[in-house]
């Protein structure tokens, strides 16, 4: 079965940092760019971040450039958020998502997403 | 490329046709996804590239559209098809996505 997992959320504090980790499985990573999409409570969705398949290439939104960092381990299967700087608007569920283009660059749609984890940034 | 959707919420029953639409601030050819979304649910993507389905999702569900007017369709609403539909355009970074629209029941 093809999935993908995010963890790493919980709560964290204005100002400090959180790492996000996404880890694939059943299906063929290295293949695939990915992203994630935040959601904040009640809110409509927010693409945040995207990679190419061997992590070349990457793009931010505007409201995380600069503080956010998209990186991933073919290796590993995996696909990572480094998130700095962190203030109460960065409080959302975190969504992995997969791009639909599997062995091209980005479709830009997403057919594959996991559960989400809720980062929580409060003092 | 600012993304516009309409109705914000649309009441419907079961067996209705419902029209939701979406426009974008300029041209994206047919660069558009439908995803819906359930309550506590990750989206699920229903079309791509305008108004192609993407596998295993329901043929009472169709999209259309050009350029910067879009429109998805369900053609008999069923009881599992109450949630939320977003468009996202695919055309350019950054991705955008409209501000969804609520199909709830009448």
């Known amino acids: 079965e093809e999935q993908v997992v995010e963890s790493g959320g919980g709560l964290g504090k204005p100002g400090g940092s959180m790492r996000l980790s996404c880890a694939a499985s059943?299906?063929?990573?290295?293949?695939?760019?990915m992203n994630w999409v935040r959601q904040a409570p009640g809110k409509g969705l927010e693409w945040v971040s995207s990679i190419t398949t061997a992590g070349s290439y990457k793009y931010y939104g505007d409201s995380v450039r600069g503080r956010f960092t998209i990186s991933r381990d073919n290796a590993k299967n995996s696909v990572f958020l480094q998130m700095n700087s962190l203030t109460a608007e960065d409080t959302a569920v975190y969504y992995c998502?997969?791009?639909?283009?599997?062995?091209?660059?980005?479709?830009?749609?997403?057919?594959?997403w996991g559960r989400g984890t809720l980062v929580t940034v409060s003092s | 490329i600012q993304m516009t959707q309409s109705p914000s919420s649309v009441s419907a029953a079961v067996g209705d046709r419902v029209t939701i639409t979406c426009q974008a601030s300029q041209s994206i050819s047919t660069w558009l996804a439908w995803y819906q979304q359930k309550p506590g649910k990750a989206p699920n993507l229903l079309i791509y590239a305008a108004s192609s389905l993407q596998s295993g999702v329901p043929s009472r569900f169709s999209g259309s559209g050009s350029g910067t007017d879009f429109t998805l369709t369900i053609s008999s609403l069923q009881r599992e098809d109450f949630a939320t539909y977003y468009c996202q355009q695919t055309d350019s970074f950054p991705l955008t996505f409209g501000g969804g629209t609520r199909v709830e029941f009448k």
């Open positions: 998502a997969r791009d639909r283009g599997r062995y091209t660059a980005f479709v830009m749609d997403f057919d594959l």
């Open positions: 059943g299906f063929i990573f290295s293949a695939y760019s």
